[in-house]
């Protein structure tokens, strides 16, 4: 028995073959009907196998990569280097290949997809990276945090290639800040050393993302504004007393920036960074001062007047190029 899904195609063709006996429309508009139905219904086809697809995929990932993690806690001393190289190595091609499958032109469900399968991928381009160095070149620690974010660079910055994917862009940002701390650890040593190297890359990156030169240039400020809090807080153990003022004054200087030009992610950074590095500094000047919690108390009523400032200032976008 044919169904009314199945008749409705022929019983538009043979609607519109009586309107243009009519003369109501012409055979071109007909024709141009039919197609857009057809077309509509093959989209909507299309639509219902979306969130499948997307579903399939990022468990497909994580599958995987469970597996490759599993397998490392278990069973990793008693894998052979060239095993362990051969995992990796096939879990990085596998997650590149699914996601090289999906175009730009592709639903935005498969567009995050292949967004999530190449972060995966460019994380154990980085894992194999870092084992080449460490079991067969036998390597330092910093050589191989070198050697292992420069590869994660490389790979995302290829597949990031400057346009406007998020994932790849933060996977490079990563590669970039952990080859930039193996890179200070291996010449000058010391946690000081290393977190002024990583908050002056964070440093450049707010830079590029505040010129649009690097898409999307909302993350580029979000995530070197983190770069540069984190660089500070790393240089604690060499600088106790510094570190804390260093990640404070970083903060107010991303709050003043943020909104007297309206840039609201670098402000959101900053008053951020401040709620972390505004208690770890009077708690670590004032440890026994009886107005700590007053002073706390006035900081933080501080921090709220400027969060309603900016919430009560028109956003603006961040030119794009």
Known sequence: MTSQRDRRPDDLAGALQRAVEAQILNADQAQAVLAAERTRGKA?????R??????????????????????????????????????????AVATWLVGARIDDGSASALIRLRGALWFASS??????????AQDVAHAGSSTVWLLAGAAAAIHAGLL???RDRPAQHLACLAGVLAATAGGAADTAGGPAAVGLA???VGAAWVVAGWLAVLPPPVLALVGGGVAVLAGAGITVDDWPDAAPLLGLAAAAVFVAVGVATVRTPLTVVGLAGGFGYLPWTVGHFFADSLGVPLAMLLCGIALLAVTLVVLRRPSRDVPAR
Do not use: C, M
């Open 198 to 200: 990583v908050a002056a």
């Open 44 to 48: 909507s086809d299309d639509d219902r």
């Open 50 to 91: 979306l969130p499948v697809t997307e579903a399939l995929g990022y468990l497909g990932g994580l599958l995987a990569l469970s597996g490759a993690v599993t397998l490392a806690i278990q069973y990793w001393r008693d894998v052979p280097t060239a095993g362990r190289l051969g995992l990796f190595a096939v879990v």
């Open 123 to 132: 994380a154990v381009v980085a894992a194999l990276a870092g084992q080449v």
């Open 160 to 162: 990031w290639r400057l």
